[in-house]
């Protein structure tokens, strides 16, 4: 029987779904929408994951050798923390694809586009509070019915800053949050 050894082959398909994957990406990256470049780098990406674990199992011997170097293991530990970090919730964008967001950021989108007046209702106290608590962060407030973003645009600030510094406690303050609605 004339079998072809997976070295022989495994390689070769692990270099080849890369360079599919790598064009394909870079094509995506750059915003150039051609031709079937989203759907091939989406399912072919899956050749270059076989590729690349029959590489490894061919050989096999070579690769956990890399464990025995410092160096391989760092560049290795690196790769995994950044894979497990890029996979947190809290550094990206909505959800596009399930048509859903963040529900923290749509609370601070809804927050930021409130008034100074709405948000001392929400966090129960009174608008010149907390216009007198921005105006000791810096942040001028000309009328209490502006929103977040508004105040923020006339201060030269972010509007998530601004409402950062209202939902501050102030320091020694003691107080705890409980709600006897």
């Avoid at 495994?10 to 915003?31: E, H, K, N, R, Y």
């Avoid at 690769?63 to 919730?89: E, R």
């Avoid at 959800?95 to 007046?117: M, Y």
């Amino acid at each position: 029987m004339n079998t072809v050894p997976l070295k022989s082959w495994a390689t070769p398909l692990a270099i080849g779904a890369f360079t599919i994957s790598a064009v394909t990406g870079l094509f995506i990256f750059f915003d150039i929408e051609i031709g079937i470049v989203e759907p091939v780098h989406k399912w072919l990406s899956w050749l270059l994951v076989c590729g690349v674990m029959l590489h490894v199992l061919s050989n096999w011997k070579p690769f956990t050798g890399y464990f025995s170097q410092k160096a391989a293991i760092a560049v290795i530990g690196a790769a995994i923390l950044f894979t497990i970090t890029s996979l947190l919730p809290i550094f990206g964008d909505e959800e596009k694809d399930s048509g859903k967001e963040n529900a923290g950021k749509v609370a601070v989108q809804a927050l930021e586009s409130s008034s100074l007046e709405t948000i001392a209702l929400v966090i129960k106290t009174t608008p010149q509070k907390l216009v007198e608590q921005l105006g000791k962060s810096g942040i001028l407030v000309k009328d209490a019915s502006l929103t977040i973003q508004e105040i923020a645009k006339n201060n030269s600030k972010e509007g998530k800053a601004v409402l950062g510094t209202l939902l501050q406690q102030p320091k020694g303050s003691g107080a705890k949050n409980v709600d006897k609605d």
